[in-house]
């Protein structure tokens, strides 16, 4: 294990010619590195954007989709048939010729009410209209907030107005 774990973290690899790891452990004054407990942070950053999206959705995106007067339900539900649900999950939910006259005979139904079963029990299993609107307005904002996060500290940059500044110091 000790081998494997010197092959990955060969400094050849990940450093530039002339810097160790050491050099990273114990930096000039001044000067910080980032470190791999660093990244410890990411998780409970996303469950934190997590929680924040499920709330906003459940509070905000769907008071705004009942007040726009956004449907909430699915449409017409398929209605129980334990032979179709069967072949639906099992076998396949798009049946060809061959499947639609096999079953319409088994269960001596028309062949095109074997086929509208099969639409509703597909379109059943599509998420609503409302649950769409709340997902694309969590993404509209998360996106906006983040965009206008970026461009507002960008401005307040120095290299944003005179690409010189990028290098100065590399």
Known sequence: MAALSAWFWNERFWLPHNVTWADLADPAPGVEYPK???LFIALPLAVGIFAVRVVFERFIASTCAQRLHIQTDIGRRAQ??????????????NPDTRH?????????????KVQRWFRHRRNQ???????K????????????????????????????WDTR????GY
């Open 36 to 38: 791999a407990g660093h």
């Open 80 to 93: 129980p048939n334990a032979v179709l649900e069967k072949v639906f999950t099992s076998i396949t939910k």
């Open 100 to 112: 639609l006259d096999g079953l319409s005979k088994q269960l001596d139904w028309e062949v095109r």
């Open 125 to 131: 299993d599509k998420p609503s209209i409302h649950t």
């Open 133 to 160: 609107f709340c997902e694309s307005m969590w993404r509209f904002t998360f996106y906006l907030c983040i965009f206008t996060y970026g461009i507002r500290f960008l401005l307040q940059s120095p290299w944003m």
């Open 165 to 168: 500044h990028c290098w100065y």
